[in-house]
């Protein structure tokens, strides 16, 4: 079972850079999420997403964009990367409805030099 | 935007020994879940409490959703090296549209010395 799928697993960009973190699930979940994890910060909601074509912010948006055309994948995309977005992201998925279980990927480590 | 307060931040504690941690909210969550990280990877699904009251165990770790829907406490018997790992507390207020959100506290570092 593959479950939750991040690509890359580690990246380093230069601040200005561009790039698009991966996200895929085979759960065919309809809820699916992005967040950051910084020492001493817990998990930080990015963006989040309720099914295809429905996207809205979380608590930390700024400099992200997400897109969701299909069920299965929710790109993260960095604009122009700075150094303060330097930080492990984690994507999620779960069913909507009764069920609050969120599956996690394997994290992407990030570092924007 | 909500916060969870998780406590305590890390422990040390020494193989066999029982472990408590919780996590306290000032608003209602009507779903308590209990996370545990491990270098590296990323969080485990450990415990999902939908409940108020409700005492639920997977093996060593029994978590309970407090009556008040504001806390929930996860406990760790007889702990063993494998233990070692941030653990997570996490509430969804509500189903349906933006309260699929889960808010997270920001973790317990667990350390058990052999």
Same mark, same amino acid.
């Given at each position: 079972?593959?479950? &939750?799928? +991040?690509?890359?697993?580690? +990246? &380093?960009?230069?601040?200005?850079? /561009?790039?698009?973190? +991966? ?6 979940? !309809? ?25 809205? +912010?979380?608590? &930390? ?10 069920? !299965? ?13 330097? /930080?492990?992201?984690?994507?999620? /998925? /779960? ?5 609050? !279980? ?10 924007? &030099? | ?114």
């Amino acid at each position: 079972n593959a479950g &939750v799928t +991040q690509t890359p697993k580690f +990246q &380093v960009l230069k601040t200005g850079q /561009s790039m698009t973190l +991966q996200c895929a699930q085979d759960m065919n979940h !309809e809820y699916m999420s992005w967040y950051r994890q910084d020492p001493g910060m817990g998990l930080r909601l990015i963006h989040y997403s309720v099914g295809a074509g429905i996207t809205d +912010q979380g608590e &930390v948006p700024n400099g992200y964009n997400v897109s969701r055309s299909t069920t !299965e994948d929710f790109p993260l995309r960095l604009l122009s990367a700075a150094p303060s977005q330097t /930080s492990v992201y984690f994507c999620a /998925s /779960s069913w909507t409805g009764g069920r609050a !279980e969120a599956f996690f990927g394997q994290g992407t480590r990030l570092t924007v &030099v | 935007g909500q916060q969870l307060n998780q406590s305590p931040q890390s422990m040390f504690i020494q193989e066999g020994e029982d472990v408590s941690m919780n996590c306290t909210s000032s608003s209602i969550f009507n779903t308590w879940l209990w996370y545990k990280q491990e270098p590296g990877e990323g969080p485990v699904l450990l415990i999902a409490l939908y409940k108020a009251g409700e005492l639920t165990s997977n093996g060593r770790l029994t978590a309970q959703f407090g009556i008040t829907r504001k806390d929930s406490f996860l406990n760790i018997s007889a702990s063993i090296p494998s233990d070692v790992g941030i653990y997570f507390c996490a509430g969804q207020r509500n189903s349906g549209g933006s309260n699929y959100k889960l808010t997270f506290g920001k973790g317990t570092l667990l350390t058990v010395n052999p």
